[in-house]
């Protein structure tokens, strides 16, 4: 995302609402280096360099730009840089009725491709089921968030980030899925519970588990898949 702090903006002594085109040059600038060949020169109203040497990462062309966002313009700036559309905690429900018909229409619209699905959610596992009305998505009983990432599945998503603190003991650790090779509906098993209470001691970080169980190291959970 571009930022939405506007205490962080003012710290800085840069105003806030340049944000959004400060970083479309940041991506413009970067993605020409990712791209370019030899000596780069880019000369947007806020950044400007001059040949500089590009720089080819193994991903050709480029990696996957992941673009945050829950408004419009979010979706446009995703659209318009061909990058992976990045929603925060939306409701499967509001995404598959509202949000990913508008960026679809978007795009139409500007005559380009559908951005990538690729959304946040929490995932946090309870005992109990929590109330559909109000939980967050990705959080609730096995099954709840089981159907969330079905659900996401059903709609193209193309990738998944999570926060998952509460999984952990010792901080903040993320989850990352391909959704596209992964299959959702299996993901989770029934003994979660019990493999969560083994894999979160980081004395098991090294330790090989089954396909479709939680990996689990000091900084990230990995989803295994049987390949």
Not at 78 to 90: D, F, G, L, V, Y
Not at 171 to 179: K, T, W
Not at 188 to 214: F, M, W
């Amino acid at each position: 995302g571009i930022g939405n702090a506007q205490d962080e903006f003012a710290a800085l002594g840069v105003p806030h609402n340049r944000r959004g085109a400060w970083s479309d040059e940041a991506i413009e600038g970067i993605t020409a280096l990712w791209t370019g060949t030899g000596f780069v020169t880019y000369a947007g109203k806020h950044i400007q360099f001059e040949q500089v040497s590009a720089i080819h990462p193994s991903q050709r062309p480029h990696p996957r730009i992941w673009i945050g966002g829950n408004s419009e313009s979010g979706m446009r700036r995703a659209i318009r840089h061909e990058a992976s559309w990045h929603p925060i905690n939306q409701p499967v429900a509001t995404l598959r009725d509202t949000l990913v018909p508008q960026l679809r229409a978007e795009a139409e619209r500007l005559g380009k491709p559908i951005p990538p699905l690729s959304p946040r959610i929490r995932m946090r596992i309870t005992a109990e089921p929590l109330d559909e009305a109000t939980r967050a998505p990705g959080t609730g009983s096995i099954e709840q968030v089981r159907n969330d990432l079905s659900g996401l599945q059903d709609l193209g998503a193309a990738g998944l980030a999570s926060s998952a603190s509460e999984m952990a003991s010792r901080g903040p650790v993320g989850v990352r899925l391909d959704l596209a090779k992964v299959p959702l509906r299996e993901l989770i098993s029934k003994d979660y519970a019990t493999e969560r209470a083994r894999l979160i001691d980081p004395k098991h970080a090294a330790q090989q588990v089954a396909p479709g169980r939680l990996k689990h190291t000091s900084e990230t959970i990995y989803l295994t898949t049987a390949d």
